[in-house]
């Protein structure tokens, strides 16, 4: 499985999938690529994230973030506060997983790694 890091998209990750060959090889295992939303509640908890995407034209929103990412992965994971944007997600072909993605301290972070990286299966 490929995970996709709740970083910015624009800055952190698109340099990684703008790299000869990654973007084709994520979407051709698609259904095996998860991504962790960076924004939460529609703001970003750490940094720009939400400011680029509205600048770019996109939603500052995990609805966004699901049609950013929506041709390279299967998943996305929001976090429990924008449960009520699961359908919206899931309109653009992703499935969504909700839990808390706030890792505020280690039992958190490694929840949410387990979360992830089970997301795919459907094990739980």
């Known amino acids: 499985m490929v995970v996709i890091a709740p970083s910015n998209p624009v800055v952190s990750i698109d340099p990684i999938l703008a790299i000869d060959g990654v973007w084709p090889i994520l979407e051709a295992r698609r259904s095996s ?7 939460v509640g529609g703001k970003a908890l750490k ?6 995407l509205a600048e770019l034209g996109h939603q500052a929103s995990v609805a966004g973030i699901a049609g950013w990412y929506r041709s390279i992965a299967g998943t996305l994971v929001i976090d429990e506060v924008d449960a009520d944007q699961a359908p919206a997600i899931e309109s653009l072909g992703l499935s969504s997983v909700v839990t ?5 301290e ?14 795919p299966t459907g094990r739980r």
């Open 47 to 52: 940094g720009p994230a939400d400011r680029m």
């Open 106 to 119: 280690p039992r958190r972070a490694a929840d949410l790694a387990r979360t992830t990286v089970l997301a």
């Open 33 to 39: 690529v998860v991504a962790v939303s960076p924004i």
């Open 100 to 104: 808390d993605t706030i890792m505020s």
